[in-house]
C-alpha cells in the first residue's frame, strides 16, 4: 500500500518527493450510487464518517452493556465523556442547555472520533475537508439563530446592538456586529479543518523527509514526527473540545441574550 | 487541493447527514438516557448507602449512650444497695451494743442493789454486834446487867461518828 | 501557534465575510466595486472586533484554568 501511495504520489507530483503530502485528502468513490443527477457515491470519507459514528456507538452501548454498578474499562470511558460533554454544557449554558445534550454530545464525539481516527496510518480524516465542517458549523449556526428568534422574537435583534455607544455611530456599529455574528460559522469550521490539514500535512511532508534523506539523514525527521504525532492527538482533542464549546457559547447567546 | 473537488461536496454532505443524524437518533434515542441512568442509579446507591451508614452510626450512637446510662444506672444502684447494707449493719449493730449496755446496766444495778443490801445487812449486823458487845463488856466490867436501851443508844451515837 | 492561528483566523474570516457581502451587493445593485470597498473594510472592522473578543475569552478561559486546574471546564 505505501508503495502505491508513494507511485501515485510521484505521479501527481511529477518526481520531487516520493510522497505527495495532499495524496491523503482526497475522496475516492468506493462504489458509485447516483439518485437521478445527484451523486451520492459511497467514498472513503462516508467510510470514515460510518465508521466514527459506528465506534461511538459501540463504545456507549456495548461499553454500557453490563451497566454495572462498579464501572469497567469501557464503561468508564463512556461515563467519563457523557459527564465531560454535560458538565461543559452545564458550565456555559447552565440548565436551559439540557435540551441540547444529546446533540452537543453527538457532536463532540464525532468531531472527536474523525480527528482521531485521522491520526491512523492510511485512515482518511473526515474533519480535514471544508465541506464537512463548513456544514456542521452552518448547521449549527442557523439552528442557533432560529432558536434565538424561537426563544426573544424579535427581541434577538437587539443582540447586535452594542449598550452605551452614540446613536450616530450605532448603525455602523450595528452592520460591524452582524458581520462578526456571520463569521461564527466561517470561523468555527475554518478552524478545525485547517488545523486538521496543516497537522496531516506536515506529517506527510517530514514522512516524505524521512524517505528522502535515507537510512542516516531520516532520523532527525522521523523523531520529529513522533514528537509531532503526540501534538497532533492533543490537537485532535483540543479542536473537538473547541467546536463543542463554541457550540455551547454559541446555545448560551442564543437562550440568555447577554 | 482535494479539499475544493467540487464534484465530492455533494456525496460528502449526503453522507455525513446520513452518518450524523443516525448517530444523532442513537445517543438521543439509546446511548445517552442510559448512560444517564446508570450514573444516577450509582449516584442515588451512593447517597443511600451514605444515609444508611450515618444511619448506622446513629444507631451506634444511641447504643453506646443507653450503655453508658445503664452503666451509670448499675453503679447508682449499686452504691444505693451498699449505703443501705451499711445503715443496715450499722443499725443492727448499734441495737445489739443498746441491748447489751441495757444488760449490763441492769447487771451492775442489781449487783449494785446487792452490795448496798449487804451492806446494809453487815451494818445492822455491827450494830447488833455492838450491842451485844457493849452489853458484854458493859455487864463483865459493872458486874451487872446493862440497860440495854442505854447501850443501843450509845452504840447508834458511835456509829454515827464512823 | 495555536492563539496566533485562532485569532488570525478570526481576521480573516471577518474580512471574508465583509467582502462576500460587498460582492453581492455589487452584482446585485451593479455598482461594482463600491460596496466591496464598504463592507472589505466593515469586515476589517468586524475581524478585529472578532479578535478583540477571542483574545478576552481566551485570558478568560486561561485564568480560569489556572485557577481551578480542570481543563477548560
Known amino acids: ?258 | 487541493m482535494p479539499q475544493l473537488a467540487f464534484e465530492t461536496f455533494i456525496p460528502q454532505l449526503i453522507w455525513l447527514a446520513i452518518s450524523f443524524i443516525a448517530l444523532y437518533l442513537v445517543m438521543s434515542r439509546i446511548a445517552l438516557p442510559r448512560i444517564g441512568s446508570v450514573i444516577e442509579g450509582r449516584a442515588a446507591r451512593i447517597a443511600s448507602d451514605l444515609d444508611e451508614a450515618a444511619a448506622s452510626k446513629r444507631r451506634t450512637d444511641e447504643a453506646v449512650a443507653a450503655y453508658e446510662k445503664a452503666l451509670a444506672e448499675a453503679r447508682a444502684k449499686a452504691h444505693g444497695i451498699a449505703q443501705q447494707t451499711r445503715d443496715l449493719l450499722t443499725a443492727e449493730t448499734d441495737r445489739q451494743r443498746h441491748e447489751i449496755e441495757a444488760k449490763l446496766a441492769e447487771k451492775i444495778a442489781a449487783a449494785e442493789a446487792s452490795i448496798r443490801k449487804t451492806k446494809e445487812a453487815a451494818l445492822a449486823n455491827v450494830r447488833n454486834v455492838a450491842i451485844d458487845v457493849a452489853g458484854a463488856i458493859v455487864t463483865q466490867l459493872l458486874g451487872e446487867d446493862a440497860d440495854k436501851a442505854a447501850t443501843e443508844r450509845a452504840v447508834d451515837t458511835a456509829l454515827k461518828q464512823v | 501557534m495555536g492563539v496566533a492561528f485562532r485569532l488570525s483566523t478570526e481576521l480573516v474570516a471577518g474580512i471574508f465575510v465583509g467582502g462576500a457581502i460587498g460582492l453581492g451587493l455589487d452584482t446585485w445593485l451593479g455598482t461594482k466595486p463600491l460596496f466591496l470597498l464598504i463592507f472589505f473594510f466593515l469586515g476589517v472592522a468586524a475581524g478585529i472586533l472578532n479578535v478583540f473578543r477571542t483574545a478576552k475569552q481566551m485570558t478568560a478561559e486561561a485564568e480560569r484554568n489556572a485557577g481551578n486546574g480542570k481543563p477548560g471546564a
Not at chain 1, 443527477?37 to 461511538?56: E, Q, R, Y
Not at chain 1, 470511558?77 to 458550565?91: I, K, P, Q, T, W
Not at chain 1, 434565538?148 to 443582540?159: I, T, W
Open chain 1, 1 to 258: 500500500m505505501a508503495a502505491e501511495e508513494a507511485a501515485s504520489g510521484a505521479a501527481h507530483h511529477g518526481g520531487g518527493l516520493a510522497i505527495d503530502p495532499m495524496h491523503q485528502f482526497r475522496v475516492e468513490t468506493i462504489f458509485p450510487i447516483h439518485f437521478g443527477n445527484i451523486d451520492a457515491s459511497f467514498t472513503n470519507a462516508s467510510l470514515w464518517m460510518l465508521i466514527a459514528a459506528g465506534l461511538v456507538t459501540l463504545l456507549t452501548i456495548v461499553g454500557m452493556g453490563s451497566r454495572s454498578l462498579v464501572p469497567g474499562r469501557l464503561q468508564s470511558v463512556a461515563e467519563l465523556s457523557y459527564e465531560f460533554v454535560s458538565n461543559m454544557l452545564r458550565d456555559n449554558v447552565g440548565d436551559a442547555g439540557k435540551r441540547f445534550f444529546p446533540f452537543v454530545f453527538t457532536l463532540f464525539m464525532f468531531v472527536l472520533f474523525c480527528n482521531m481516527l485521522g491520526m491512523m496510518p492510511y485512515s482518511f480524516t473526515v474533519t480535514s475537508h471544508i465541506i464537512v465542517t463548513f456544514a456542521l458549523a452552518s448547521f449549527i449556526f442557523i439552528a442557533v439563530t432560529i432558536l434565538g428568534f424561537a426563544v426573544h422574537g424579535l427581541h434577538f435583534f437587539h443582540f447586535f446592538v452594542p449598550k452605551g455607544v452614540p446613536v450616530a455611530l450605532l448603525p455602523l456599529l450595528v452592520v460591524i456586529e452582524v458581520i462578526s455574528y456571520l463569521t461564527r460559522p466561517i470561523s468555527l469550521s475554518v478552524r478545525l479543518f485547517a488545523n486538521m490539514m496543516a497537522g496531516h500535512t506536515m506529517l506527510k511532508v517530514f514522512a516524505g523527509f524521512v524517505i528522502a534523506m535515507g537510512w542516516f539523514g531520516g532520523f532527525l525527521p522521523l523523531a520529529f514526527m513522533v514528537a509531532f504525532t503526540g501534538l497532533e492527538i492533543l490537537v485532535a482533542f483540543l479542536q473537538a473540545y473547541v467546536f463543542a464549546i463554541l457550540t455551547c457559547i454559541y446555545l448560551n447567546d442564543a437562550l440568555h441574550m447577554h
